[in-house]
Structures are given as C-alpha cells and as structure tokens.
C-alpha cells in the first residue's frame, strides 16, 4: 500500500496556494461574522443592563438559536438563502451572539456602583457615564466574549462545507473523499488550530492595549 503519513511536508509545499486560499477565506468570514454579532450583541447588552425586563426575552431567545446543531442550521438557511457564503455567515453570527451578549451584559453588571455613584457625582449624564465609565469597565469581559466568539466560529466554519462554503473545512472534506488522504486532513486541522490561536491572540493584545490600567496577571 501507498504510504499515507499523517503529515506531509511536500503536500504542504505542493499545495501551498490552494492551503493559503481557503486559510484567508476561513478567517475572512470568522472575522467578519464575529464583527457582525459585536455590532449586534454589544449594543443589545447595554440595552439589557438598562431594561431589565428585556433580559430574559433577548437572553433566552439568543439562547435558543445557539443550541440548534450547526449541520441543521445551515441546512434549513441553505433552501432560503442559497449554497455558499451567505448561510454560513448568518449561521456564524447567530451563534456568535449570544456568547457575547452574556459576557457585554456580566460585565456592565460587574461595574462598581460606586465607580458609577462617583462619576454621576462629577456632573457625567447617563450616556458619558456608559462611555467613559462602564463600558471601559466592562470592555475586559466583553474581550472575552469575543475571544471565546471567535475561537468556536473558527471551529464552526469547518462545518459550513455542507452548504459549499467551509473554509478549511473543505480540505477535510477532500481529505475523507479521497481515500482518507491523512496529509491533507491534518493540514487542514492544524491550520485552523494554528488561526484559532492567531486571533485570540490578536484580540488578547488589543484588549490589553484598550485596557493598559489592568494588572499584569490577567489575561
């Protein structure tokens, strides 16, 4: 029998465009779904720290969309939507959201009501307090949220190749079709898990540049 190594670095360098494409395409609609959801999530959280009874209405229903299996979401956006791109980025951001609605509204929830006593008592309005004082506050909390965001959506985008459009997903898939070809296979899984940590450390140094107050040993 043909050798069939779990790795190979000639398939790395044969394959080096075709390696590249889907990487830049993975993390392109990673990035881009996340960005989305934030947008979403983040202004829905301060709206939920502010109207308490929207809590559980907001919440619950982004919690439901979350716990529909990733093959059954993209397979019932696919007829309404088209194959390709657009269901699988709809089914990122969804469930993205919720991870980082509960980590916007813990951290608002978190802020000092002193902190927030205090700067009331400078003369801040409700709109300056929530820019200069909870949302700096709460943004380490919302950084995680992103983070753990985006590390699934890497993982999830994989899943996406049952609608045509799956990133690195799409080499596993060839690898499985073509006779369980090992070396493509676990490219492809390392270089999600080699993007995944690319992100989330793209994101844990912005969060610390955002929020240079904070001590050395947290993350």
Request: aromatic content about 8%; charged content about 10%; some cysteine.
């Amino acid at each position: 029998m043909a050798a069939n190594p779990w790795f190979s670095w000639t398939y790395v360098v044969q394959n080096a465009d075709t390696l590249w494409e889907h990487t830049v395409q993975h993390a392109a609609i990673t990035v881009q779904s996340v960005a989305i959801a934030a947008a979403i999530a983040v202004p829905l959280g301060i709206l939920v720290s502010r109207v308490r009874w929207l809590s559980g209405i907001v919440i619950g229903t982004a919690a439901v969309l979350y716990t529909v299996p990733s093959l059954a979401l993209f397979a019932i956006l696919a007829p309404l939507l088209g194959i390709g791109r657009t269901p699988v980025l709809i089914g990122l951001v969804i469930y993205a959201l919720l991870v980082i609605l509960r980590n916007t509204v813990a951290g608002l929830d978190g802020v000092d009501p002193a902190v927030l006593d205090a700067a009331r008592g400078l003369g801040y309005g409700p709109v300056r307090v929530l820019a200069r004082v909870a949302l700096p506050n709460a943004l380490p909390s919302v950084v995680a949220g992103l983070r753990l965001a985006t590390v699934s959506t890497v993982a999830l985008v994989t899943v996406g190749v049952v609608v045509g459009y799956g990133g690195l997903g799409q080499l596993m898939f060839q690898g499985f079709r073509n006779n369980f070809y090992r070396a493509e296979i676990m490219t492809a899984t390392l270089a999600c898990v080699l993007l995944a940590l690319a992100l989330d450390l793209t994101l844990w140094a912005g969060g610390r540049a955002l929020t240079p107050w904070r001590g050395k040993g947290h993350a």
